[in-house]
């Protein structure tokens, strides 16, 4: 299925230099913000109290808030959590007194509940109350990395042994490209990093291999079907008969994620925006970044179609 279909090809790979200097660039910016500013972390990393609230009317989250931050908790949390009657209360460890957690390092309920009621009136009703502990958060975030790594060393392999190698490694770091530029946003704007965030970044890497595996394929179409373009020209070829359907795709999966970002509700808010800019900048890291370094890395026809050897003819004595 086609929107359009474009009868010149495009020349992207004359102006390859251009975008990937674009892309270093971006990348050298997102890499700054997170060495100087670093990632918000939430709690489920950093360790703290998880509280569900559940008010008899609209909760005013506001008011809420305040009404914490009025008995020395920093920087609460306050959320709705499915309806506009349950708040999540999110509090980190330091904002933890040494009476709300006791001698053997589980949470107080008691005064946790004293506190939250307190400060909630006589109309809240308190649902959970869960303590992550520093050494959690820290096997959470662990356990993110090794996935992350897990995920990128199985799409290494699936595309060495689909293509080839050069393939492999162009895919990967334009995938890894789209990570960091995700990271380096949650940075510059001190974005949550949550789970639900990490797990857009696990989608985004999928995603972003995806659209690279498109390209690659009708790259090998092509090599399969025309001997007279060069490898500049193939690719210039496959891109451009993917854009109709580049297009179509991820203008739908925009609109779904589109969805979710502005009545979703803060649950999904961050998971929300992470897939819309790695949906964005993988888009164009597949075309104008994997690409390129596929051409520079000495790519070839022969790498894609192995000549075909012809039987050789015995004599007869």
Known sequence: MELFRIKHD????????VFNV????????AVFF?????????VEF?????????????????KIRNSLVGIGIAEPQVQNFGTSRDVLIRLAVKDLQNGEIGSNGK??????????????????????????????????????VIALMIVIIGIMIYLALRFEWKF???????????????LGFFALFQWEFSLSVLAAV??????????????FDRIRETFKKSRRMSVPETIDNAITRTISRTIITHGSTQIMVCSMLFFGGPTLHYFAVALTIGICFGIYSSVLVASPLVM???????DLVKPVKKDKEFETP
């Not at 495009?10 to 230099?17: D, L, Q």
């Open 34 to 42: 997170l060495l100087h500013r670093g990632l918000n972390l939430s």
């Open 296 to 302: 520079w890395l000495g790519l070839s026809r022969e």
């Open 202 to 215: 696990l989608a985004v890497l999928g995603y972003s291999v995806n659209e690279s595996v498109v390209v």
């Open 10 to 17: 495009i020349p992207f790979m004359r102006h390859a230099k």
């Open 107 to 144: 949470l107080n309920n008691d005064a946790m509940t004293s506190k939250v009621l307190v400060n909630g009136g006589p109309d809240v009703k308190l649902m959970r109350v869960e303590f992550v502990g520093p050494q959690v958060g820290r096997e959470l975030a662990e356990n993110g």
């Open 168 to 182: 492999a490694v162009s895919a990967i770091i334009a995938n890894l490209h789209d990570v960091v530029i995700i």
């Open 46 to 62: 950093t360790g703290g109290v998880l509280v569900e609230a559940r008010y008899t009317q609209a909760a005013d989250l506001e």
């Open 22 to 29: 674009i892309s270093f660039l971006t990348f050298a910016a």
